[in-house]
């Protein structure tokens, strides 16, 4: 059983930049695909980001490559989300959930997958104001 808490959420204005932070406890070690996950206002929760702790590789959506990055500690216990040049419709409760994934199952499969269980964490509200 793994336990997330997020945090460093805000309320920030157009282009500002914000840094979520998501901290893992229990049985962690085995997990190696990790991403970012948020849900905006009448929407579906989406993936945003992730990372493969195993090799490091990372990966973003389009509406947010360029802006955002994922990142994780040495520890493997912390993930972070630095969030710059935010937008509006950035808006949303981001949520952060890692598996241990095996086989022929790519990180965006499991992304896919992972974002329709009902199992998460309290979040942490992110605000974008024009």
């Known amino acids: 059983q793994v336990h997330f808490v997020e945090s460093g959420g805000g309320s920030v204005q157009t282009g500002g930049s914000l840094s979520l932070s998501c901290v893992a406890s229990?049985?962690?070690?085995?997990?190696?695909?990790w991403a970012w996950f948020r849900q905006g206002p009448g929407k579906e929760k989406e993936g945003v980001a992730t990372i493969d702790s195993s090799t490091g590789s990372t990966s973003s959506i389009n509406n947010v490559a360029g802006r955002f990055t994922i990142s994780q500690n040495s520890a493997k216990n912390t993930l972070y989300l630095q969030m710059n040049s935010l937008k509006p419709e950035d808006s949303a409760v981001y949520y952060c959930?890692?598996?241990?994934?095996?086989?022929?199952?790519?990180?965006?499969?499991?992304?896919?997958?992972?974002?329709?269980?009902?199992?998460w964490g309290q979040g942490t509200q992110v605000t974008v104001s024009s």
């Open positions: 959930a890692a598996d241990e994934v095996v086989g022929d199952v790519s990180i965006e499969q499991w992304m896919a997958g992972r974002s329709v269980e009902p199992d």
């Open positions: 229990g049985s962690f070690a085995k997990k190696n695909y």
